[in-house]
């Protein structure tokens, strides 16, 4: 079984339409969650960074924690076709631990 | 601008040969890591250094090889490609360690035929 698991998509929903991404994970010890954007044939970037439980907002991004549910989300609000990328969740054990464990990355295509 | 570039982005190349995929970073972070994706699957670290003359491999097993003789260059070497080393390869560096932000390159495409 992997450590992270993700549903691979594609998710396809109308411009404007509220997206909601998850990952679920097995290592109770994950303290550090994020999510990256990759675009087509470019490498991923970060788009938010979390730490333990709780929820972040930056802009139409927020990344939610449930740790006793091991279980986390990305919401995207007011979607743009210039969303649609692969989103992969990664997590850590540690700060400065060089070994993220990743998720396999879900497809996500923003219809106009 | 500071920034991650990765040379070739594309290469097709005939079993058994010698290949050097590059990669350069103009932020002067000290750590550095390659990463194997294939499509619809996690990305795995398979090697990583933490400064100058240290280099490390991760949880992949690859035949491949890294040095870093300056800061700002990790390239990997294949010394004899086979068609299970086609993937893609992805460098990135980060100030800190990987539970910072990580900076990616583009990636190399490498087809072995």
């Known amino acids: 079984q992997k450590e992270v698991e993700q549903d691979p998509g594609p998710l396809s929903v109308p411009e404007g339409a509220i997206v909601s991404l998850n990952c679920t994970y097995s290592?109770?010890?994950?303290?550090?969650f994020m999510w990256y954007r990759q675009y087509s044939r470019k490498g991923p970037e970060l788009l938010m960074y979390?730490?333990s439980s709780g929820n972040k907002e930056d802009g139409r991004f927020t990344a939610q924690v449930d740790k006793s549910s091991k279980y986390i989300s990305l919401f995207i609000r007011d979607s743009q076709p210039s969303d649609s990328a692969t989103y992969l969740c990664a997590m850590s054990t540690d700060w400065g631990n060089y070994q993220l464990i990743w998720g396999a990355g879900t497809k996500l295509i923003i219809k106009p | 601008e500071a920034d991650i570039y990765q040379t070739p982005r594309y290469l097709v190349i005939g079993t058994g040969k010698k290949i050097t995929l590059e990669c350069s970073q103009t932020?002067?972070?000290?750590?550095m890591y390659w990463y194997q994706q294939d499509p619809g699957m996690e990305l795995h670290l398979i090697h990583y250094?933490?400064?100058?003359?240290?280099?490390e491999k991760g949880d992949l097993s690859s035949e491949s090889t890294v040095s870093r003789i300056r800061t700002e260059h990790f390239p990997l070497t294949l010394e004899s490609a086979r068609p299970s080393h086609t993937s893609q390869y992805l460098c990135a560096s980060s100030e800190g360690g990987a539970g910072e932000k990580l900076f990616f390159g583009s990636g190399t495409q490498l087809s072995v035929l």
């Open positions: 250094s933490y400064g100058v003359n240290s280099t």
């Open positions: 979390t730490y």
């Open positions: 290592n109770s010890a994950f303290q550090y």
């Open positions: 932020m002067g972070h000290d750590k």
